[in-house]
């Protein structure tokens, strides 16, 4: 029996209609080799673990979280006050929000590409102009000149990854003031989501930019995406205005349980960077010895060149229970492996010499 509809369906904005669903390739992941997403490969901080165990009770789970105290050292852990920082359900969240505050209908939003599809997708939720400067061919250089050519009267917010991801190349300091110059009066984002493998950070910049913003993630190399949580930077007039538009709990209780004890092992942290570092090496050097170019990279990933080998390999590695990423849509023939451990990268090599 069919239903009689009632009434009628409500329509969507304009902007929501006019996306493309983003749909990343995530099931099935958990027991791979997750060489696919820029995670940590192993595992967070035992001792985050620890407290995460410790603090996971009914009572905590039946309460809203509270925030104020684990601001307070996260800020002292990166340098700012707690009124230039908030947590966030993710960079993702923090990319939202900032938009969210600074950005209108119509307006642009100026991003080099390809980069994090999430900077272009909240864009467009926005019902933003999305103004995409491709990176410099063949070497993918960053487009600097053409960036700040981009930078005109309508632009709002300006969103550069540093490392860029799927590129893998970063920019300096040198260049970032530059960008905040030209676009003095929009939100610069520096998106630092790979900052622990480059080491290089935008966040001594602002005492001196009034419209820098940078974020930070706990999902890459502490281990945690599973849990959600972020943070957003700014001076603290912005990070009010910026809080006004944001979910008073949006980053869960679990996370707020256990992020300062991610926060506090910082021989963890140095540990897995010291290792991925390594394996990075290991890797290149083995791309090198089989012919397969790739691009410079200050991050846990690389983005190789297979041409139409791409697609053979992605799903060979696939069968044997390796992950990686193809990026062919962005760029015919890439395909972007993590770096996890250096036994992980052994078996990625042995795995990719023996599928050519
Ligand atoms: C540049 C960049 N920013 C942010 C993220 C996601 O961060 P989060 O998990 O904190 O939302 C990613 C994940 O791939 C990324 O590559």
Request: glycine share 8%.
């Amino acid at each position: 029996m069919t239903e009689t509809p009632i009434g009628l369906r409500p329509k969507p904005r304009a902007a929501i209609e006019r996306m493309a669903p983003y749909h990343p390739p995530t099931s099935g992941r958990v027991g791979a080799m997750r060489l696919d997403f820029n995670e940590n490969t192993v595992g967070c901080s035992p001792k985050a673990l620890e407290r995460l165990k410790q603090a996971l009770t009914g009572e905590l789970l039946a309460t809203y979280p509270e925030y104020e105290a684990v601001r307070e050292k996260a800020a002292a852990f990166f340098g700012v006050g707690a009124d230039q920082m908030t947590f966030c359900d993710g960079t993702d969240e923090g990319i939202h929000i900032l938009i969210q505050t600074y950005v209108e209908a119509g307006d642009e939003v100026v991003m080099t590409w390809p980069a994090y599809p999430m900077l272009r997708f909240y864009a467009q939720v926005a019902g933003a102009e999305p103004v995409l400067v491709p990176y410099c061919e063949p070497d993918l250089a960053f487009p600097l000149d053409e960036l700040l050519a981009a930078i005109g009267p309508k632009t709002r917010a300006v969103l550069v990854a540093n490392p860029n991801n799927p590129t893998g190349g970063a920019i300096g300091l040198a260049d970032i003031e530059r960008i905040l110059e030209k676009a003095a009066g929009a939100a610069v984002l520096i998106d630092e989501a790979y900052f622990e493998f480059y080491g290089v950070t935008a966040l001594d910049l602002l005492p001196r930019y009034p419209n820098l913003f940078v974020s930070r993630t706990f999902s890459k190399t502490y281990g945690l995406a599973g849990l959600r949580v972020g943070c957003l930077f700014s001076q603290a007039e912005n990070m009010a205005l910026v809080r006004k538009g944001q979910s008073p709990y949006s980053v869960n209780v679990l996370a707020a349980a256990c992020v300062t004890a991610a926060i506090e092992d910082q021989e963890y942290v140095r540990g897995y960077v010291r290792e991925v570092l390594e394996a990075r090496e290991e890797l290149l050097a083995a791309l090198r010895r089989l012919d397969i170019p790739y691009w410079p990279t200050e991050a846990n990933f690389v983005l190789v060149h297979l041409g139409d080998k791409a697609s053979r390999v992605v799903e060979g590695l696939a069968a044997r229970g390796i992950r990686v990423r193809d990026r062919g849509k962005e760029r015919v023939g890439a395909v972007r492996f993590t770096v996890g451990t250096r036994e992980q990268t052994a078996q990625l090599i042995a795995a990719v010499e023996e599928l050519l």
